[in-house]
């Protein structure tokens, strides 16, 4: 079965400070990496996937992936109150059908 | 990314009673899937619906529990049934882009209480 971890947090960083989000994955043969954010009341909203053969940066964003220690980091540079939501990461589940495995989540807080 | 729709968006029904949730998509999609989301916790994969096949369901959900129907690439029901206050929880339907990756996007959910 694969497993994603998360620490649920709460992480709190000021206001303009960098979010560090971690998530560590069981299967070493994951290739696609996906990180969501959640707002209290709202559904989940895609913000990030990368795949195994790099890093990405999309905005204040970035997403790396660590395969050796098998775990995949967001980057949240200048962050902002509005960041302020449960960020949730996913592997592929496997078995044909394109599904899912997701974390729990980390609540990040950022205060001003 | 696809428009998804849910209806109802919330509801509050008699334990025993069953509730059909709908979900649209405004564009055809191949894969569809339904998530259980309960407070305070992560997403949980119900099942998921193909056009044209039976739904294929994770452990420790049941087609009598759960029936799921997917007429067509735009539409799916979950039907919750037999319905008890531990079925309380955010039904999510998404689907998956048509790229042939693992991305998926999510419907606003349907807030469900059962008492």
């Known amino acids: 079965q694969k497993e994603v971890e998360q620490n649920s947090g709460p992480l709190s960083v000021p206001e303009g400070a960098i979010a560090s989000l971690n998530c560590t994955y069981s299967?070493?043969?994951?290739?696609?990496f996906f990180w969501y954010r959640q707002y209290s009341g709202k559904s989940p909203e895609l913000i990030m996937f990368?795949?195994?053969?790099g890093d990405k940066e999309d905005g204040r964003f970035t997403a790396q992936l660590n395969k050796a220690s098998q775990y995949v980091s967001l980057l949240i540079r200048d962050s902002q109150p509005s960041d302020s939501a449960t960020y949730l990461c996913?592997?592929?589940?496997?078995?044909?059908?394109?599904?899912?495995?997701f974390g729990a989540g980390t609540r990040l807080a950022v205060h001003p | 990314s696809a428009v998804i729709s849910q209806k109802p968006s919330r509801d509050i029904c008699q334990r025993g009673t069953s509730l059909t949730i709908q979900c649209q998509v405004d564009?055809?999609?191949?894969?569809m899937f339904w998530y259980r989301q309960q407070p305070g916790q992560s997403l949980t994969l119900i099942a998921t619906?193909?056009?044209?096949?039976?739904?294929?369901?994770e452990s420790g959900f049941v087609i009598d529990k759960f029936p799921i129907s997917r007429p067509n690439l735009t539409f799916s029901t979950l039907t919750v049934s037999n319905m008890s206050p531990e079925d309380s929880s955010i039904y999510l339907c998404?689907?998956?882009?048509?790229?042939?990756?693992?991305?998926?996007?999510f419907g606003p959910g349907t807030r469900l209480t059962v008492t």
């Open positions: 564009s055809q999609v191949t894969m």
């Open positions: 619906a193909n056009q044209g096949s039976e739904a294929t369901y």
């Open positions: 996913a592997v592929p589940g496997g078995g044909g059908y394109n599904k899912l495995i």
């Open positions: 990368i795949y195994s053969n």
């Open positions: 299967d070493r043969g994951s290739q696609s």
């Open positions: 998404s689907v998956a882009a048509n790229n042939g990756l693992n991305e998926q996007y």
